[in-house]
DNA sequence: AATTTCGACAACCGCACCCGG
DNA sequence: TCCGGGTGCGGTTGTCGAAAT
């Protein structure tokens, strides 16, 4: 069994006071970021180490950007949304200034509601009303499923999660750039990221990944 | 003016992954 | 190779202020 992350009863719970964000924030402008866990009892508060590196994270840290969403930062959400998936970590990575949790808020809050109205669904980015056909599809309970692969295909659905038109003609994750094949998550310049696919292709070493995306 | 509803966002929780021993 | 601690991620909940009734 592993250990709590934090004695629950000792530790503080909900809004962060003033006092609280001040003593995080000089304690990691002494010390620096890490070791979230010893954090809390060296900076003399009364926190989980969780706690701790989520204020940071989402609301101290100085480089976060606040206040309202961008049309521009709206589109590349969506764009990376539909590439992605709820990857908001990696969504993050780039939008400057804005944290993962952030763009979850704005993704649920809005984005949703605005690909909604437009008649989008938000989990596939295809259309709402080929949904409402692959639902009735996968309620006739009397097809079978050959039928249903059938009737799948000749719908042509445009919902799959697919690359942009440029890169149409190359397989799901690998994208062909200068001759030279590397896998869509670097191409986004996320190496690193759990997704690449470089691993035991031409593109191996990071360093490869990093001249090509750029 | 009081109450209710809704939206935005901060924070929590549990799980999975990574890495060192 | 396995195990356990630390950390990060994504889903969910809680809270608070604004708008509506």
Request: charged letters at 25%; proline letters at 4%; glycine letters at 6%.
């Amino acid at each position: 069994m592993r250990s709590p992350c934090c004695e629950k009863g000792h530790t503080n719970k909900g809004a962060w006071t003033r006092q609280e964000d001040e003593r995080l924030i000089a304690y990691i402008r002494v010390h620096g970021e890490g070791c979230w866990r010893s954090l809390p009892k060296a900076a003399g508060l009364l926190r989980c180490g969780k706690s701790c590196r989520l204020r940071w994270i989402n609301y101290l840290r100085p480089d976060v950007k606040r206040g309202n969403f961008t049309d521009e930062e709206d589109q590349l959400i969506i764009k990376l949304h539909s590439l992605l998936g709820n990857k908001w970590s990696i969504i993050a990575t780039r939008l400057p200034g804005r944290t993962d949790n952030e763009i979850k808020n704005h993704w649920n809050t809005q984005i949703k509601r605005k690909l909604l109205s437009r008649g989008i669904d938000p989990l596939t980015h295809g259309p709402i009303h080929a949904q409402a056909a692959i639902h009735s599809i996968e309620l006739d309970r009397v097809s079978s499923t050959a039928v249903l692969r059938e009737k799948h295909q000749e719908l042509n659905l445009e919902l799959q999660i697919s690359l942009p038109s440029t890169h149409l003609d190359s397989p799901p994750t690998l994208q062909k750039i200068d001759r030279q094949v590397i896998c869509f998550y670097c191409s986004l310049g996320l190496q690193n990221s759990k997704g690449c696919t470089c691993e035991g292709t031409s593109c191996r070493s990071i360093k490869a990944c990093q001249s090509l995306s750029t």
